[in-house]
Structures are given as C-alpha cells and as structure tokens.
C-alpha cells in the first residue's frame, strides 16, 4: 500500500456521522479493497519474487566463488612396498667413464648368477626399507576454492535474464488486472447498497400509500359506502408491502455486509455510503472514440500474453543454447591433509591452478533440437490464444459499448413511465375520491407507480455499472 492510499484510508477515520456509523465514498470503498485485499497481497509478493528472480539471473554475469571440502577415512594404509627392497648399486669406471655394475665374479671372472632368480649376484645392495615406502591415509582431508567466469554460454545467460525481465513485467500486469477487477466488484457492491437503500426508501413510501388507502377505505366502510371486502383486499396489498419492505430491508443490510467484507472490514461494521441520498439525474450518452489497438494496449490480461509471449521466445533461445558451446575460466587454490608437495607430510598444503573450459556439443540423438522445436511450438500457441483473445475483447467492447447505449435508452423511457405512473396515481385517487373508481383501479395504480419508480432506480445505477464495466472494458479502469 502506498503513503497516498495509506493517507486516504487514515482520513476516513475522521469522517463520521452524527449517529456515529462512519461515512465512505465510493474512491474510499475502493482504497480500503485494494489495500485489503489478499489476492493483491498475493500478486505483490509475485512481483516481489520475480524482481529477486530478475537479480539472480543478472549474478550469472559475475564470476562465482565456491569453497568445497571433503573428509575421508581410509581403513588401510597405502603400502607401496610388499616387503624391504634390494636395489643393485653400480661403481663407476674412471677409465671408461661408464657405471659398472658390482657383481660377484666367479673364477672365470664372470658373474655369479643366483640358481634360484636367475639374476646376478651382487656385491653390494641398497636397501628401501618397506615402512619407508608406506603412507598413513587413514585420515584425509581435501578442500578447493575455485573461481568461475563465464565467458561464453551459448546465449543462455542473456536469454535468462530476458526471461526474468518479462516475468517481472508480466507479475505487475496480472496485479494491475486483479486490481482493476476488484474495484470492479468493489463499485457493483457499491452501488448495489445505493440500489436497495432506494428500493428501502421507495418501499416505506409505498407502505405509507398502501396504508393511507387502507385508511380511507376502513373510514368509507363505517360509512357503509365500502364492502368488507374492499378492506380485506387493501389489507392483503398493506401485508404484501410490509412483506417487500421487510426483504429489501433484510438485501440491504446483507448488501452492506458483503462490501464491508470487499473493503477488508468487519462485516458487522455500519457503512453509511455518501452517495445513499441518491439525487436523480438528467444523464447524456458520452461520445465513444477509441482505438482497438490502444484498448488492446491497455488491457491488463492481454498485457500478460503479451510478456509470457516474450518469455517463451527467449525461453527458444535459451533452449538453443544447450546446442552452442560454452567456454569459461577457472581458477583455483586446492589444499589437503596429508599432501605430497614435498614429499609425504601430515599437514595441509596446497597450491593455485588456472585454466578455461570448453564444451561443445555433439551428438545427442535431436533431444535437444526436439527440445527447441517444442519451445517454439509453445510461443506460437500463445501467439494464437492472444489473437484469439483480441478477438474477443473487440467483441466485448461493442456488447459492453451497446449496453452502455441500452441503459440510457432504458433510464429515458423510465423516467417517461414514472411520469405515466405518477399521473395515473394520482387520476386514480382522486377517481376514488369521487366515487367513480374502485378500490382495485387504485391498487393497480399504486402497484405501477411502484415498479415504475423501481425500474427507474435500476435504470439510473444500471447506467453506474455500465460506465464502470465499459472502463474496465477499455483498459481505462487503472488504479
């Protein structure tokens, strides 16, 4: 919720009535849904993930560190000798400046050669102990700190973070649509509460006229100029009316609990509406100029097909890339315990490596040419549900257009008939008055003044919900 939003809902702590119940005009009513409402929270969060999504994918540029370590225990020792080694030593010849071997000769001054190996016999031998040549791993300790930067991945970083981009782009137009349909809902609530509040008012009135005649009746039937029945059937119309109003009585306040309940309030909260005092209007058709291709601009949910299209389309590339080689730098420091950097020593040591890597694939029988292939066939699907859906709202647009026109036309010829029903009432009792009409003909002229004057509240909030509707049509309906 912004500080505006938050300033507007604060200030309605303010206003009040005399009798106390709190007083909400309908840009009130539609702070308080939109700050409230959890399908927003929801879709915030999603914008929210989404912006983190867009961040990691940006990281994939840098070069990443990475510390790994490993334990292991070996059961054995390493024995590279099974047993004490004998190795021939050699004297060198000054004379001829070569190594001759010190072998035992014999009488011919040849060689002793050992039956049992088959080998000379020498004088004199160097020994390798077995332990010298043995190495305690029972306890072996490995770690590296490598550092990796991408040089060439094939396209794929640059195509996730495109992905990410439009993601983002696509959570803040689904926000908008769910906002623009809860103040949707909001305003039907809304003026739903002003409708029935009428229809309360025009019902006590209707009370009031049935009860009068009631009156006039019961005084003519002490008269004697008036049938028993004549009161019984002003009674049943008396009862009807009581009946109607105790239903639009019981509407409203279910009315009144339902927009509380939009609004994020209590649904036991007394909301007093500032439009409840609802003064009649002489309304004019607006003019209707708009662009289909600015509509279909504004539009929210078409505005998400448009950005999950992007996203498909770098989602093609990203699969291309699994086909192109990738080429990256890497640079280490490796460490170990025992380590052989100067011999065999039980202590850590260790030392820096630096190279590049390449990848290139080859042959991995078309998955991931498939893999392609079926990415493309994703956007091209989505390219089609969106024309499909521009269709439509073309469509919409004028059904919503026509509506709009319907209810002017309608409000006009209620209007002529409130008249109608007006004056008809009124010849009705005065005709009862002089005895020429019956009690039926002011019943039957009573009942039309009331659905004329009913007809005409539902004209008039009728021409409310089809702005609003034609608004929200039109892509015009931002909040």
């Known amino acids: ?54 961040k990691a994918a940006k990281a994939a540029y840098l070069p990443g560190l990475d510390f790994n370590g490993s334990y292991l225990y070996n059961q054995r020792t390493i024995n590279l000798l099974s047993e004490n080694a004998n190795l021939p030593t050699m004297t060198l010849d000054p004379l001829t400046g070569n190594y001759i071997p010190n072998v035992q000769l014999g009488p011919d001054l040849k060689p002793l050669i050992d039956p049992a190996t088959g080998n000379p016999v ?42 990410t981009k ?48 009631r009156y006039s009746v019961n005084a003519m039937l002490e008269e004697g100029v008036a049938t028993r029945s004549d009161l019984l059937m002003v009674d049943v119309k008396l009862n009807e009316a009581k009946i109607a109003l105790t239903k639009v009585d019981n509407g409203l306040t279910l009315s009144r609990m ?17 439009d409840e005092d609802y003064k009649s209007y002489s309304p004019s058709v607006p003019e209707f100029n708009y662009n289909l291709n600015d509509v279909y601009a504004k539009r929210q949910d078409l ?24 080429v990256a730098v890497i640079g280490a420091y490796e460490f170990s315990n025992p380590n052989f950097n100067n011999g065999f020593k039980k202590r850590f040591g260790g030392g820096f490596s630096v190279g590049a890597t390449l990848s290139i694939p080859i042959w991995h029988w078309g998955e991931n040419y498939n893999r392609y292939r079926a990415a493309k066939s994703a956007t091209n699907a989505q390219r089609l549900l969106l024309e499909d859906l521009e269709e439509k709202v073309s469509l919409q647009v004028e059904q919503a257009k ?48 009331l659905q004329a004057n009913s007809e005409k509240i539902d004209a008039e909030i009728g021409i409310h919900l089809c702005e609003v509707y034609l608004s929200k049509v039109l892509g015009n309906l931002i909040y």
């Open 1 to 54: 919720m912004n500080i505006k939003k938050l300033f507007s809902i604060i200030a309605l702590a303010f206003i009040s009535t005399a009798a106390g119940a709190q007083v909400y005009t309908l840009d009130s009513c539609r702070n308080l849904a939109v700050g409230n409402n959890k399908t927003i929270r929801m879709a915030e969060e999603t914008i929210t993930g989404a912006g983190y999504d867009r």
């Open 122 to 163: 020498f004088t004199e031998v160097a020994v390798i102990p077995k332990e010298a040549m043995s190495f305690d791993t029972h306890n072996v300790f490995l770690g590296a700190l490598t550092l990796t930067q991408p040089v060439y991945m094939g396209g794929q970083i640059k195509a996730l973070n495109e992905i």
């Open 166 to 213: 439009y993601a983002e782009q696509a959570a803040i137009a689904a926000r908008n649509s769910v906002v623009q349909d809860v103040i949707f809902g909001v305003d039907q609530a809304y003026w739903l509460v002003v409708s029935l509040k009428e229809k309360k008012k025009l019902a006590e009135s209707f009370v009031t006229l049935v009860d009068t005649l």
């Open 258 to 274: 339902a927009l509380a309940q939009l609004c994020g309030l209590p649904v036991q909260s007394e909301m007093r509406l500032a």
């Open 303 to 326: 505005e998400v097909l448009r950005q999950g299209i992007s996203v498909l389309s770098e989602r093609e590339k990203l699969t291309m890339g699994s086909m192109l080689p990738k």
């Open 402 to 449: 026509f509506s709009f026109q319907e209810a002017f036309k309608t409000y006009d010829m209620t209007v002529s008939n409130m008249k109608s029903a007006q004056a008809n009432l009124e010849n009705a009792q005065y005709g009862f008055k002089e005895g020429v009409l019956t009690t039926d003909d002011v019943i039957a002229a009573q009942t039309a003044w």
